[in-house]
T-cell receptor, first 114, second 111 residues
Framework: DSGVTQTPKHLITATGQRVTLRCSPRSGDLSVYWYQQSLDQGLQFLIQYYNGEERAKGNILERFSAQQFPDLHSELNLSSLELGDSALYFC?????????????FGPGTRLTVL | SQKIEQNSEALNIQEGKTATLTCNYTNYSPAYLQWYRQDPGRGPVFLLLIRENEKEKRKERLKVTFDTTLKQSLFHITASQPADSATYLCALNTGGFKTIFGAGTRLFVKA
């Protein structure tokens, strides 16, 4: 158990809908990362927050947005969903702002868009 | 363009042998390189981190090498066991905020 929690575990929705994925980092970790993993793409970095502020952006679509709240939990919002958004979404946390340390991954949310 | 390459083909080895996985990169100057293990449907788990000024790192049966001239890292599992069967991901960080992951190599260890 990494100490990172994600909810929900599974999510099934229809095209055009909007969903929110939630992540609670390990106790004391200030950095939260979001990743998308689909079968043909591998683990793709989406966005990173540190102590409530956005610090880095990857290939995140404009339909996707995220935020980190004062209690350090984070939410990833996915809107106008398309079939291609079906994937595993992972949240990870670390204790430092930059990349020089290990990341602790949550169990993931499996999103299925029908 | 920047690229991280790991063997897309699965690696099959016999129990007790040493597994060697390769991570090659282009157009990066990574400050850190990490290896993670991922089991199907689960989140990656950190294994080892090596810095650009380190040549080799060991942890129990695991060994990582980092050659910044060849732009390559090798990941070794000695005395491999069926429980080592998983996908192994290489990840690079250039010292900034972004960590980029390779697609991973699947390892199967046969008893």
């Amino acid at each position: 158990d990494s100490g990172v929690t994600q909810t929900p575990k599974h999510l099934i929705t229809a095209t055009g809908q909007r969903v929110t994925l939630r992540c609670s980092p390990r106790s004391g970790d200030l950095s939260v990362y979001w990743y998308q993993q689909s079968l043909d793409q591998g683990l793709q970095f989406l966005i990173q927050y540190y102590n409530g502020e956005e610090r880095a952006k990857g290939n995140i679509l404009e339909r996707f947005s995220a935020q980190q709240f004062p209690d350090l939990h984070s939410e990833l919002n996915l809107s106008s969903l398309e079939l291609g958004d079906s994937a595993l979404y992972f949240c990870a946390s670390s204790g430092v702002i930059a990349g020089g340390s290990e990341q602790f991954f949550g169990p993931g949310t499996r999103l299925t868009v029908l | 363009s920047q690229k991280i390459e790991q063997n897309s083909e699965a690696l099959n080895i016999q129990e007790g042998k040493t597994a060697t996985l390769t991570c090659n990169y282009t157009n990066y100057s990574p400050a850190y390189l990490q290896w993670y293990r991922q089991d199907p449907g689960r989140g990656p788990v950190f294994l080892l981190l090596i810095r650009e000024n380190e040549k080799e790192k060991r942890k129990e049966r695991l060994k990582v090498t980092f050659d910044t001239t060849l732009k390559q890292s090798l990941f070794h599992i000695t005395a491999s066991q069926p429980a080592d069967s998983a996908t192994y991901l290489c990840a690079l960080n250039t010292g900034g905020f972004k960590t980029i992951f390779g697609a991973g190599t699947r390892l199967f260890v046969k008893a």
